[in-house]
T-cell receptor, first 116, second 113 residues
Framework: ETGVTQSPTHLIKTRGQQVTLRCSSQ?????VSWYQQALGQGPQFIFQ???????GRGNFPPRFSGLQFPNYSSELNVNALELDDSALYLC???????????????FGPGTRLTVL | GENVEQHPSTLSVQEGDSAVIKCTYS??????FPWYKQELGKGPQLIID?????GEKKDQRIAVTLNKTAKHFSLHITETQPEDSAVYFC????????????FGTGTRLTIIP
C-alpha cells in the first residue's frame, strides 16, 4: 500500500449535481495530482496542486476544480455533473523539490463515481 | 502534447514464460517512464521506472528498456506467476515543472496456470 488514502470509495450522483472527492497524501509528500480513469482506459491528468496552488492542468473544463490544504491533503470538486463524468478518480502524491528531478507519483485506491 | 501508445491490449502467457509489453511516445522532451500495475478495484501501483539517462533497469523478475532515439520503451516480466495477472500501464512525463503523467491505454496480462 502507498499510504495515499481517498474518500469516499464509491459515490452515486445524478446529472447536474455537485461532488467533492478527498485525498490524503503520503506522509512527507507535498504535491497531489488528480486523474480521471474511464472504464478500460488509462488515467487522464486533470490537474496538480503544489504549495496549495494549481500547478498544471489537463484538458478538463472549469467545472473541475480543486483545493490543496496546508497539510497537503486535497479535494477535487466537480460541478454540474454529466453522465460522462462517471469514472474512477485517482489522486497521486509525490515530493517535489525545487530544482531537482521530480519524485515518483504514488496512487491512492480511487473513488468510483457513477452519474445517473 | 505527449501521446503514448501501448501494445498489445491483451496478452496471455503460460506460467513460467516471459511477457513483453511495448510503448511508444511522441514528445522528445519526455525523460521519465514509469510502469504501473493495476489490479481489479485498486489504484495503479508503481512496479518499475526508468529515467532517460539509462537504457535498462532491472528489479528481480521485472526489467524495463528504453530507446530514446526510437522513442520506445518496453516492460519485460520473466518467470511469470499467476499473481502477475493484472492490467499494466506505461506512462511518460517531463522531469521538471508540470510533472503530469501521460498514460498508455493499458495491457491486460493473463497468466495461464
Amino acid at each position: 500500500e502507498t499510504g495515499v488514502t481517498q474518500s469516499p470509495t464509491h459515490l452515486i450522483k445524478t446529472r447536474g449535481q455537485q461532488v467533492t472527492l478527498r485525498c490524503s497524501s503520503q506522509s512527507g509528500h507535498n504535491t497531489v495530482s488528480w486523474y480521471q480513469q474511464a472504464l478500460g482506459q488509462g488515467p487522464q491528468f486533470i490537474f496538480q496542486y503544489y504549495r496549495e496552488e494549481e500547478n498544471g492542468r489537463g484538458n478538463f473544463p472549469p467545472r473541475f476544480s480543486g483545493l490543496q490544504f496546508p497539510n497537503y491533503s486535497s479535494e477535487l470538486n466537480v460541478n454540474a455533473l454529466e453522465l460522462d463524468d462517471s469514472a474512477l478518480y485517482l489522486c497521486a502524491s509525490s515530493l517535489e523539490l525545487v530544482g531537482m528531478s521530480s519524485d515518483t507519483q504514488y496512487f491512492g485506491p480511487g473513488t468510483r463515481l457513477t452519474v445517473l | 502534447g505527449e501521446n503514448v501508445e501501448q501494445h498489445p491490449s491483451t496478452l496471455s502467457v503460460q506460467e513460467g514464460d516471459s511477457a513483453v509489453i511495448k510503448c511508444t511516445y511522441s514528445d522528445s522532451a519526455s525523460n521519465y517512464f514509469p510502469w504501473y500495475k493495476q489490479e481489479l478495484g485498486k489504484g495503479p501501483q508503481l512496479i518499475i521506472d526508468i529515467r532517460s539517462n539509462v537504457g535498462e533497469k532491472k528489479d528481480q523478475r521485472i526489467a524495463v528498456t528504453l530507446n530514446k532515439t526510437a522513442k520506445h520503451f518496453s516492460l519485460h516480466i520473466t518467470e511469470t506467476q499467476p499473481e502477475d495477472s493484472a492490467v499494466y500501464f506505461c506512462a511518460a512525463s517531463r522531469d521538471f515543472g508540470n510533472e503530469k503523467l501521460t498514460f498508455g491505454t493499458g495491457t491486460r496480462l493473463t497468466i495461464i496456470p
